[in-house]
């Protein structure tokens, strides 16, 4: 069985400090669909790519007439480019999770991080807390005036790279 990957960020060694990598979803797609979504979820296959711009991405295929879901297409594409502390891994797996989620029970959002997502990832915060936010922008100079840093994720957005963690459909 491999180990988690661990390495360092090259900015600040102290603040990212793990990779994604299949035995890590593997295992905790597994908890968290007993622990969190009450073994609702069917498996899904995990892709690993070296994407720059997003950390993990829940992806799905449909059918050209049907417009259905082909349920061998469901996966959960991860980039090894970047590293993050273990529990910000775990909150972006859920978030994929949750994706997977409301696609598999059918129900219509609005826009992929809509009402219905945002009234789950509030009950999953509190429930179980796991902070899954729509996305993890770690640019320092965003526009809500944020210096750029999560206390309560542990990540230093400075000295990791942009992240985004969906497809937009």
Known sequence: V???KKGYN???QNTCQMFFNDDFLTHNFERFNREIFRNELPKVHFICSRARTYAAQYC???APFTHKTIPESRCIRYSVFHSFP???LEEILVHEMLHLYIEVKKLKDSSPHGRIFKTLAA???EGYGYNVNVSLKTDATQASGNDGNSEESGVNAR???RQ???LLE
Do not use: D
Request: net charge positive.
């Open 159 to 161: 000295a990791c790279p």
């Open 2 to 4: 491999q180990t988690l």
């Open 123 to 125: 009950q999953i915060r």
């Open 164 to 166: 985004f963690f969906c």
């Open 86 to 88: 273990e529990k910000v």
């Open 10 to 12: 090259n900015r600040e």
């Open 60 to 62: 799905y295929r449909k």
